[in-house]
């Protein structure tokens, strides 16, 4: 007995060292949950809790919506009630509930009880805890709506506490966003969060190059991994700085298919979205072909009868300048279906734009309804162009930015940077005014530039 003993205990000697091994070599490679960084995998942030474009933001409808599409970090504002409570709240102002604004701050149990929108379902931090208990895959970044650090620090120690009081382990997926450099520290008292993200909505930061990699280089010494920034002010150029120090960036806030594929191709991490999640990003992978990749421009038609011509006649690419009506969304999507080399573009017109998204819808379905839409193009003059509605119908599609104002060349720039800051990623410019000059400062704001020959005028 005692010789058996004896080999047992060498046996388990042997065997405790490959054991041993293996979980050291998991906890490397950061299988499991424990350790694991939110933006593993996870290129798309839920702005606001995200929404399919109907659902308000911080809902719990929106919640739902983002998570039945595979996402798994959600971002949410965060304001205190009357009785300092927290709840998920962008501005009191533009909650939607009835008989609540910033001169009616709600209490508690007002601000639940009185629906978003009058028919979404509000949230408080107490609703949000419960969630991350329910979802034990789930991340939250926060951020608290005061312009004010002190008040900053002090909604954040409020989240504290009743993190605490309900269970330590969700402080591993709860991510901070801080407001200014010497916020950090003071954040990093509260708590030991899952990790901190530098958010510069908050600073004077305009783009400048040696501004970023300041703050690039402050994140790296300070064990920060992740900037977010609004997505007019993200250029390749910052880009290879962001590489240099290690730092990931995250662009806010992105609405459409367009936008999205713009931050990507300026080599951003990921961007937080309203309604993009990992679902579509994964679909945008397969359907990141573009017109301007295989062709110079469209043949013009001046007529739906002429464009539908064009068609039958060869032309793979076709403008129509003209409204669009159902029985041209319906014949123009069944040639899109059968030509996986046809793109069909028109001018901006909302009502033109439901059309052909329900028409598509209706006979297709989602998945091929998607993959047809993203080879449809919308010209526009105007910038403001993407709402809450309207993102819906134009998510898939491109859309190009129809420049033809007055102006030298410094005036250019300056619509330049506006038009990246509305995230688009391709611009028309009058033929007579396309020169190189031009050419070269539109690739400079990672914008495809594009001459317009048929001296159309766009509204």
């Known amino acids: 007995m005692k010789k058996r003993l004896e080999i047992n205990r060498i046996y388990r000697h042997f065997i405790s060292l490959p054991v041993i091994l293996v979980v050291i070599m998991i906890m490397m490679t950061g299988c499991g949950k424990a350790g694991s960084k939110w933006y593993e995998d996870n290129p798309v942030v839920a702005h606001a809790l995200g929404t399919s474009g109907e659902e308000p933001y911080n809902s719990l409808e929106g919640f739902e919506y983002s998570l039945s599409r595979g996402q798994k970090v959600f971002e949410c504002d965060f304001a205190l009630t009357g009785d300092d409570k927290l709840v998920l709240c962008h501005n009191f102002d533009e909650s939607g509930q009835e008989g609540i604004d910033e001169e009616h701050i709600p209490t ?19 609703d949000m805890i419960r969630l991350m208990q329910e979802h034990e895959d789930i991340f939250l970044i926060t951020d608290f709506k005061s312009d004010d650090s002190d008040e900053s620090l002090r909604q954040a120690g409020i989240l504290v506490d009743e993190v605490k009081a309900v269970d330590k382990k969700l402080f591993d997926r709860i991510i901070v966003q801080f407001y200014q450099k010497d916020e950090l520290a003071e954040f990093k008292k509260l708590g030991n969060f899952g990790g901190y993200i530098f958010t510069l909505y908050k600073t004077d930061f305009d783009g400048e190059v040696d501004e970023f990699r300041d703050y690039a280089a402050f994140c790296k010494e300070n064990g920060v991994d992740v900037i977010v920034m609004k997505k007019g002010l993200w250029r390749k150029e910052l ?32 961007a937080y979205c309203d309604k993009v999640t990992l679902d579509e990003v994964n679909t945008l992978k397969k359907l990141s072909n573009h017109w301007y990749d295989k062709y110079d421009g469209f043949a013009l038609a ?13 032309e793979k690419a076709v403008y129509l300048d003209d409204v669009l009506y159902e029985p041209t969304a319906e014949a123009v999507a069944g040639i899109l279906a059968e030509d996986k080399d046809a793109y069909f573009a028109y001018r901006f017109d909302a009502d033109s734009c439901r059309i052909m998204a329900r028409r598509i819808y209706e006979i297709y379905g989602e998945n091929d309804g998607n993959e047809i839409l993203s080879r449809t193009v919308v010209f526009t003059k105007k910038r403001g162009i993407i709402n809450r509605e309207l993102s819906t119908y134009l998510f898939w599609c491109d859309v190009v930015f129809v420049y033809d104002e007055p102006g030298d060349l410094d005036d250019f720039r300056h619509e330049l940077e506006d038009v990246q800051e509305k995230g688009f990623s391709t611009l028309m410019i009058d033929e007579d005014r396309y020169t190189e000059e031009f050419s070269r400062l539109a690739h400079k704001y990672d914008l495809h530039i594009y001459e317009n020959s048929w001296h159309v005028q766009f509204d």
């Open 108 to 126: 508690l149990e007002q601000f639940l009880n009185t629906p978003l929108e009058g028919k979404y379902t509000p949230l408080s931090l107490t």
């Open 302 to 314: 001046k007529d739906a009868d002429e464009a539908l011509s064009l068609y039958q006649n060869g």
């Open 239 to 270: 880009a290879s700085i962001a590489k240099e120090y290690g730092i990931r960036v995250y662009p806010h806030t992105v609405y459409t298919r367009w936008q999205y594929e713009r931050m990507i191709r300026t080599d951003a991490d990921g």
